[in-house]
């Protein structure tokens, strides 16, 4: 199982990014997924989850600001940026959890600074 993330950069406050992750070696449409980030000193933090449904749930932190999707057809996740803050500045990782196992993308970074 490979997850590759991407779309991270350099963006400055306010803008917006898209993050992507495609998912290879597993059935994707039957699973939970999520974000996470990690930001400098810092422990990693959930950012979103979409369960096979669909259903979403964010931190607080970035509700109304980011929204997650995913596309079944194309083994891929969303993670749409907006709004964005320089306290947003993070590594950000995508996860899919296949009962038990839990699966991570190697990461990409997001650096919001002006």
């Known amino acids: 199982v490979q997850l590759q993330a991407s779309g991270g950069g350099l963006v400055q406050p306010g803008g917006s990014l898209r993050l992507s992750c495609a998912a290879s070696?597993?059935?994707?449409?039957?699973?939970?997924m999520g974000w996470y980030r990690q930001a400098p000193g810092k422990q990693r933090e959930l950012v979103a989850t979409?369960?096979?449904?669909?259903?979403?749930t964010y931190a607080d932190s970035v509700k109304g600001r980011f929204s997650f999707s995913r596309d079944n057809t194309k083994n891929t996740m969303y993670l749409q940026m907006n709004s964005l803050k320089p306290e947003d500045t993070a590594v950000y990782y995508c996860?899919?959890?296949?009962?038990?196992?839990?699966?991570w993308g190697q990461g990409t970074l997001v650096t919001v600074s002006s």
């Open positions: 070696g597993i059935s994707f449409s039957f699973n939970r």
């Open positions: 996860n899919l959890f296949s009962a038990p196992y839990s699966y």
């Open positions: 979409i369960s096979s449904g669909g259903t979403t």
